[in-house]
T-cell receptor
């Protein structure tokens, strides 16, 4: 089944404790991206990657890092999480007509 | 820059009512337009899309027509069901390579029986 998977689905952590949210797609898509969803703000892009070893900042990249060492994986890294990064995070990859396929989401709470 | 404006919700309807969720956009050139749906506790799913002017996207009884003259992509359904209760997002993507999807803020639809 063609899909985008994310792990973990839920995470509660404390300020400053590094964490990684994994994202994987099995559709051989080149373009992948990360979004955060916050009430009243909709979805905002954090980072995107047009291919392996090619990443670039989206609209709200501060406090986040990404890497793209393989085509299928695009992890999101929070080196020192803060409470304002409490949010719902979605990974996505692009299909051939620029439609995006989204993962199920990761709900992160930073205390 | 590019932007998407959706009608604010929540939209509350009775089953079998007619649904319209307005969406207008600002963009240079000829963007692709999308509607996504997010059911409670789930991620976003592509509902329908249109890639050029006058295209009509349709899926699951929902329709939207790409109107360049009014820069709109309104979502419609003739008879909503309780199972249509969700958050609906209008989005656009510029025709430039590597550009992100720009989302509206979402419209919550609640359908009661």
């Amino acid at each position: 089944e063609a899909q985008v998977t994310q792990n973990p689905r839920y995470l509660i952590t404390v300020t400053g404790k590094k964490l990684t949210v994994t994202c994987s797609q099995n559709m051989n898509h080149e373009y992948m991206s990360w979004y955060r969803q916050d009430p009243g703000l909709g979805l905002r892009q954090i980072y995107y990657s047009m291919n392996v070893e090619v990443t670039d900042k989206g609209d709200v990249p501060e406090g986040y890092k990404v890497s793209r060492k393989e085509k299928r994986n695009f992890p999101l890294i929070l080196e020192s999480p803060s409470p304002n990064q409490t949010s719902l995070y979605f990974c996505a990859s692009n299909g051939p007509y620029n439609e995006q396929f989204f993962g199920p989401g990761t709900r992160l709470t930073v205390l | 820059g590019n932007s998407v404006t959706q009608m604010e919700g929540p939209v509350t309807l009775s089953e079998e009512a007619f649904l319209t969720i307005n969406c207008t956009y600002t963009a240079t050139g000829y963007p692709s337009l999308f509607w996504y749906v997010q059911y409670p506790g789930e991620g976003l799913q592509l509902l329908l899309k249109a890639t050029k002017a006058d295209d009509k996207g349709s899926n699951k009884g929902f329709e939207a027509t790409y109107r360049k003259e009014t820069t709109s992509f309104h979502l419609e359904k003739g008879s909503v069901q309780v199972s249509d209760s969700a958050v609906y997002f209008c989005a656009l993507r510029s025709n430039q390579a590597g550009t992100a999807l720009i989302f509206g803020k979402g419209t919550t639809l609640s359908v009661s029986s």
